[in-house]
């Protein structure tokens, strides 16, 4: 698939549909977000695939992301959460249906350690060839950085959540971590604009964009004017590689054409 001028690639969004498993997070739960809703949202956006990633009101139900993922069609593919005793027949019949990547939630709260993250990860890797995708505080990052440098391929969301005081999230990323610009509602960044122009210099395979729709639990919500936001960080000549290129390479869409 070629890009336009405008094509839009839109890298972390949720899909919530009451219709299959719900879990409450610390008694939360997301209003309704259906794939249809999804995309009325975008229409005018340009998007042309995406990834819809797995939430913890989610936990490691999957037919949800199969349904979205149908819905959806050809350049969408899914990010899941999945409990480590999962079968390598499981795993790869969720390849089949789309999905590219396994989460790891360690904003809210990791519940599985960092050696078990490091094997898990590796093993969905050499079963179905997937990365890894973390919510991550940037803070925790000096404490993971020797795991993260280990792991076949990973991301951050959200630019990190509160910037990169140490310096990890670069030096991460000069090693080809994969960084997320999605959610300037719910992150403390100070400048996240130009940690995004930063990152891009940096690795230019590195920042992809999400649109981080329904924006549950943010403080505000995605507006279209966002995605000119990273537009005007990375500058005009580097816009499509960020907002097309950087993550059909990365999701391995090509796998799919």
Do not use: C
């Not at 879990?23 to 975008?42: E, H, K, S, W």
């Not at 403080?219 to 990375?234: G, M, S, T, Y």
């Amino acid at each position: 698939m070629q890009p336009t001028d405008t094509a839009v690639f839109d890298a972390h969004f949720h899909i919530v549909d009451p219709a299959y498993p719900l879990i409450p997070n610390n008694g939360y739960l997301p209003d309704a977000f259906t794939a249809d809703d999804y995309v009325a949202r975008t229409a005018a956006l340009g998007v042309t695939g995406g990834a819809v990633v797995s939430g913890s009101f989610q936990g490691t139900d999957q037919s949800y992301l199969v349904a979205a993922l149908e819905r959806l069609g050809p350049g969408f593919v899914g990010v899941t959460q999945l409990s480590t005793s999962v079968s390598d027949d499981e795993i790869t019949r969720l390849d089949a249906a789309g999905v590219r990547a396994v989460r790891f939630n360690l904003y809210r709260g990791a519940t599985i350690g960092l050696a078990e993250m490091e094997h898990f990860a590796t093993r969905v890797h050499d079963v179905a060839g997937w990365h890894s995708e973390l919510y991550v505080d940037a803070s925790d990052l000096p404490d993971l950085a020797e795991t993260l440098r280990r792991l076949p391929q990973a991301s951050v969301d959200h630019l990190g959540m509160t910037g990169d005081a140490s310096g990890t999230l670069l030096s991460l990323v000069e090693g080809g971590l994969v960084v997320k610009a999605t959610g300037f509602g719910r992150m403390s960044v100070s400048d996240p604009d130009a940690l995004m122009a930063t990152i891009d210099r940096a690795n230019p395979h590195a920042l992809i964009f999400g649109t981080d729709l329904p924006s549950t639990r943010a403080a505000v919500p995605f507006a279209d004017a966002d995605l000119d936001r990273v537009r005007a960080a990375v500058g005009d000549d580097r816009a499509q590689a960020v907002l097309w290129h950087n993550a059909r390479r990365f999701y391995r869409l090509s796998d799919m054409e």
